[in-house]
């Protein structure tokens, strides 16, 4: 599953323009026909926003979901969707977000709407760049359950989501993705407090059926809703037991962290290809090309070109349309500037 050398990537998600966002408020006023060819119509201002940057991976940039994962849980039988949030008003933070109480039976009939997305990407997309699709995996999609009698913890939930995540990934490579990112931000926001090892167990299992079938790989912050993190924004308690993932490519959140913990780029870079965030989707600063070849050299101090993807810290979602592509044209110039220096 090698990629060529610095490679330019994204982690999923992309602002949605303002129109979809006043769109997805009136619902009620659209037909179905009118929603499809919304959704269509995003994605395809996506795909222009990442083609003119010039990366060489694009996604659909997650347009026809509501923030990265949380349409997944309208697939989901056994859920009465959404309680009230703890917090109402005030800042906007992480505790305003609703949880949904389990009723039944854990099940996705219908799987979790990835290889609509990816079939409607594919048949959007130009020749030329990779096309990649993102699923969150079982540990993140748990954390907005409640338990109850039937799954007593969020281990227990895990477990149920477990091989609905594993059937989406398998239904996937079946409709010809060849690039999967399983999103586990859960696993690096709360590995501190947790067995690490078991958040790896969790997730080898659940990528195990199409391990070697495509590209997979997985990204690694330390959450971004509204802007803001979630966890203690250190690498340190995921390692080592985290270069025992089964992935192809790691993406790490560096450039918000001022690069701090940069060092764990080579013991990675040992195990699998690195994707190191070089352009900081937390602040309206507009890196520049000098300012992103910079970091790339200063990954090339710890790992060799052929190991090495750049892309942001994080998805795009949190950050407006006019700066997001501002800040992926100076990501692929800056990156492009030093593979013609290198020759590559």
Not at 47 to 75: C, K, P, W
Not at 100 to 119: K, S
Not at 158 to 168: G, K
Not at 240 to 260: T, V, Y
Request: aromatic residues 8%; proline residues 8%.
């Amino acid at each position: 599953m090698k990629t060529q050398p610095l490679r330019t990537t994204v982690v999923g998600s992309y602002p949605f323009p303002g129109w979809l966002e006043f769109a997805a408020a009136h619902l009620d006023r659209f037909g179905p026909a009118d929603v499809a060819e919304l959704q269509e119509d995003a994605v395809v201002a996506a795909i222009h926003d990442q083609m003119a940057a010039g990366l060489d991976v694009i996604t659909d940039g997650e347009q026809t979901r509501l923030d990265f994962n949380l349409s997944f849980y309208g697939y989901l039988e056994g859920l009465e969707l959404e309680g009230a949030p703890a917090r109402r008003f005030g800042p906007p933070a992480h505790d305003q977000r609703g949880r949904h109480a389990v009723r039944g039976e854990l099940q996705a009939p219908r799987g979790l709407g990835a290889v609509a997305e990816y079939r409607r990407l594919a048949a959007l997309a130009p020749p030329g760049p990779a096309l990649k699709a993102s699923v969150p995996g079982p540990y993140t999609l748990s954390g907005r359950l409640m338990p109850n009698a039937r799954y007593p913890d969020r281990y227990a939930l895990t477990e149920a989501l477990l091989p609905i995540v594993a059937r989406e990934l398998e239904a996937l490579v079946g409709a010809g993705c060849r690039e999967i990112t399983v999103d586990e931000p859960s696993m690096s926001c709360y590995a501190h407090r947790e067995d690490p090892q078991r958040l790896v167990d969790i997730f080898n299992r659940t990528v195990a059926p199409v391990v070697g079938r495509c590209r997979l790989a997985t990204h690694l912050c330390f959450g971004n809703y509204r802007g803001r993190a979630v966890g203690p924004r250190r690498y340190a308690p995921l390692f080592p037991a985290f270069l025992d993932l089964r992935i192809d490519e790691m993406h790490l959140e560096m450039a918000s962290r001022e690069f701090a913990e940069l060092e764990v780029v080579g013991p990675v870079s040992e195990r699998m290809d690195v994707a190191v965030g070089v352009i900081d989707v937390k602040s309206y600063y507009i890196e520049t090309p000098q300012d992103v070849a910079e970091r790339v050299h200063l990954c090339l101090r710890h790992a060799p070109p052929d190991r090495l993807a750049f892309a942001p810290d994080c998805g795009l979602s949190q950050t407006a349309r006019w700066a997001a592509r501002q800040k992926l044209i100076s990501l692929v110039r800056g990156v492009r500037s030093v593979r013609e220096e290198l020759g590559l």
